[in-house]
């Protein structure tokens, strides 16, 4: 029985592209796959010629061979297949399904065909600094120490004793995975021998056993930038742990955490200070003076009559805006307080003062007022 055309088989026209093709087979593959028509006695032969026509196809020789000659090109007469063999044995079958199983899984596989013992990037680390209001307002160059992991310097990192060479792992031959054939697919796996690097050391370094790394505390200088706040992020490039086998450091963070400060009540670039007045300050009015970020001073204004909660602003006071932004603004929050542990005579004054000040009370003035009225139009 003569042979279906190729392209006709995988339902693609002559000029479709590899990726084309590819989509095409994919297609075809999913649709007629054995396992999902156990009831259809040709599905496995339909399926076998997918696999045929997509592993001509997919080669740009093959496909350039069976383009000019049709399925001749691979018949004896023609001088055989490309690249040897005929399309359609279990061995190609296989394979060009196995190409599919990699283009689909091979991510999750760590990668497709080949691979090798690659080098490993370390590990980024993480360093939680804590700083005060003040080290944030200013900025600082601190020294922090770190335990980290770095390259041992009798191995180079190799894990093999000096002078020695890791060899080959001859379960995978250096891939440091391997393959088993389980029906249609082929399941890659980590070498169990290697465990994935594709090396076997005969003579481990005795320095770090192995490993190729050696734990060590390290100090290092770390600039911290004016106007950090809590959660700000600071990145050393290639300060974090070390690769495995010659593979590039990982990178430190830094994550700042600016302690609570007892004056000063922060709200991003803004600062914030409740200061407390006496009654006699909060209404005849007068200057305060109030601290500033910076170990400063200022004088503030308290306007007559002021009541508790009344806020007053100082521009640029506050933090400096990181990376150059605006600096904040301070904002004195007034607390009028009550006092305490009168004697006779101050709460004789304060009964006379009470008396004489039933019109100096606006707030409470209109407050009962209200209340009254209220009362009213609940007997009502």
Same mark, same amino acid.
């Given at each position: ?66 383009? /000019? ?16 063999? /005929? ?31 690659? %080098? ?15 080290? %944030? ?41 391997? /393959? ?30 192995? %490993? ?14 004016? $106007? ?56 005849? $009015? ?36 990181? /990376? $150059? ?54 007997? $009502?």
């Amino acid at each position: 029985m003569s042979k279906r055309d190729y392209y006709e088989v995988l339902g693609a026209s002559k000029g479709a592209s590899a990726d084309e093709l590819k989509k095409a087979y994919r297609k075809k593959a999913k649709e007629l796959h054995p396992d999902r028509n156990k009831d259809n006695p040709k599905a496995e032969a339909q399926f076998k010629e997918v696999n045929e026509a997509y592993d001509v196809l997919k080669d740009a020789d093959k496909k350039a061979a069976y383009d /000019r000659f049709g399925h001749a090109a691979f018949d004896g007469g023609m001088g055989g297949r490309p690249g040897g063999g /005929r399309p359609g044995g279990n061995g190609d079958f296989a394979s060009a399904f196995s190409d599919v199983f990699d283009d689909l899984f091979g991510d999750f596989m760590g990668g497709g065909r080949g691979g090798g013992a690659r %080098a490993q990037r370390g590990s980024d680390l993480r360093y939680n600094l804590r700083v005060t209001l003040e080290e %944030a307002f200013a900025g600082l160059q601190k020294t922090i120490n770190v335990p980290t992991s770095v390259t041992c310097e009798e191995c180079n990192g190799s894990g093999a004793e000096a002078g020695a060479e890791p060899t080959v792992c001859p379960t995978c031959s250096g891939m440091g995975k391997v /393959r088993a054939q389980q029906g249609f697919f082929t399941v890659e796996r980590t070498c169990p021998t290697c465990q994935g690097t594709g090396q076997m050391i005969q003579n481990p370094c005795k320095s770090c056993g192995g %490993a190729g790394r050696k734990n060590k505390e390290r100090s290092l200088s770390v600039n911290i930038p004016a $106007g950090v706040e809590t959660g700000t992020r600071i990145r050393l490039s290639g300060e974090g742990e070390a690769g495995l086998r010659g593979g590039p450091t990982g990178d430190l963070y830094i994550f700042i955490d600016v302690a609570e400060h007892p004056i000063f009540e922060r709200e991003g670039p803004h600062l914030h200070c409740r200061v407390p007045v006496s009654m006699a300050s909060a209404a005849l $009015g007068g200057d305060i003076e109030v601290p500033t970020i910076d170990g400063g001073r200022s004088r503030v204004k308290i306007p007559a009559g002021s009541q508790s909660g009344r806020q007053m602003r100082l521009r640029s006071k506050g933090m400096p805006g990181l /990376r $150059g932004g605006p600096r904040g603004d301070m904002y004195i929050e007034l607390a009028v307080e009550t006092p305490v542990n009168l004697t006779g005579k101050q709460k004789e004054l304060l009964r006379d003062f009470e008396k004489m000040s039933e019109e100096n009370n606006p707030e409470s003035s209109s407050f009962f007022t209200k209340v009254k009225s209220f009362w009213d139009g609940m007997k $009502g």
